[in-house]
Nanobody, 122 residues
């Protein structure tokens, strides 16, 4: 069993920045592609960004391109989501998920974390 833990959420004003982290209970993140999703009240869970095992491939939702950057440090078993120019509509719980490939991670089975809350005020 793999347990993912997200951290780094908080409350910021519009235009601000946050950096989210996703780590695992064991040093296994390097075995997986990792994605970030968001869950907002009244909305389906939405894909945000994904990164391949060795960082050679990244994908982003159109809504975050140019503002968010996904990266990873396999030596430290951590994946990051740098969030800049935050908007009120980015307010959500952000969750990380494991996958085999970036191309299928949106719908494939995987391990999920519990999420970290991001609140952006106008």
């Amino acid at each position: 069993q793999v347990q993912l833990v997200e951290s780094g959420g908080g409350s910021v004003q519009a235009g601000g920045s946050l950096r989210l982290s996703c780590t695992a209970s064991r040093s296994i993140l390097s075995l997986y592609a990792i994605a970030w999703f968001l869950q907002a009240p009244g909305r389906d869970r939405e894909f945000v960004a994904a990164i391949s095992r060795l960082s050679e491939t990244t994908e982003y939702a159109d809504s975050v391109k140019g503002r968010f950057t996904i990266s990873r440090d396999n030596a430290n078993n951590t994946v990051y989501l740098q969030m800049n120019s935050l908007k009120p509509e980015d307010t959500a719980v952000y969750l990380c998920k494991t996958g085999i490939r970036v191309g299928t991670i949106r719908t494939s089975p995987g391990y999920w974390g519990q999420g970290t809350q991001v609140t952006v005020s106008s």
